[in-house]
């Protein structure tokens, strides 16, 4: 399998993505449609963006990142670090597109370390998720590391994989409320 080579998201794709992030943080609040929040901060490729969901009396924030695929430009990946509403928890959320093998799930490698894979947890009408809470281990991991490289697979004979830059997440992630 060799990586796929990805790009920061061009403008059009950015509001997708946003629509993306909004659909997923609805579906952490369990509460209806979201705008497309707020960017309150910039840590090289990495968004803190916020927003307050209908019904809510807090805002949420979440760590972002979205890339695309040089080479299939269909192929976009949009990444999401988000606390839990009591908390206590991380979690890692990742948007596929639609049209990603199920069965497959998302793997991860962080510079060249086989982190693991994931199961996608649903599909919405903007791409299918998958989700892991993040543990002491993977969050150094991501502090300390170069590039993350998320595996998805549109046929079972060829992984995709999409590098993004891990620079920027360990301010991002310290930041993030």
Not at 46 to 60: K, L, N
Not at 105 to 110: Q, T
Request: proline share 7%.
């Amino acid at each position: 399998m060799k990586p796929s080579r990805a790009k920061p998201s061009p403008p059009p794709l950015r509001q997708f993505v946003a629509g993306a992030i909004a659909a997923v943080l609805v579906a952490a609040a369990g509460g209806p449609g979201l705008a497309q929040g707020v960017v309150k901060s910039k840590f090289g490729d990495w968004e803190i963006r916020c927003e307050t969901p209908a019904g809510a009396s807090a805002e949420q924030c979440a760590l972002i990142q979205s890339v695309v695929a040089e080479d299939k430009s269909n192929v976009n990946l949009v990444i999401i670090i988000l606390k839990t509403s009591d908390g206590k928890s991380r979690l890692l959320r990742v948007i596929a597109p639609l049209g990603v093998l199920l069965p497959n799930g998302l793997g991860l490698k962080i510079d060249e370390t086989d982190i693991g894979r994931a199961g996608f947890v649903k599909c919405l009408p903007t791409g299918c998720v998958a989700e892991v809470v993040m543990d002491d281990k993977l969050v150094e991991q991501l502090r300390n590391g170069k590039t993350a490289t998320f595996i998805i697979h549109q046929v079972p004979e060829e992984g995709i994989g999409l590098p993004l830059v891990l620079q920027g997440f360990k301010e991002g992630y310290a930041k993030l409320p």
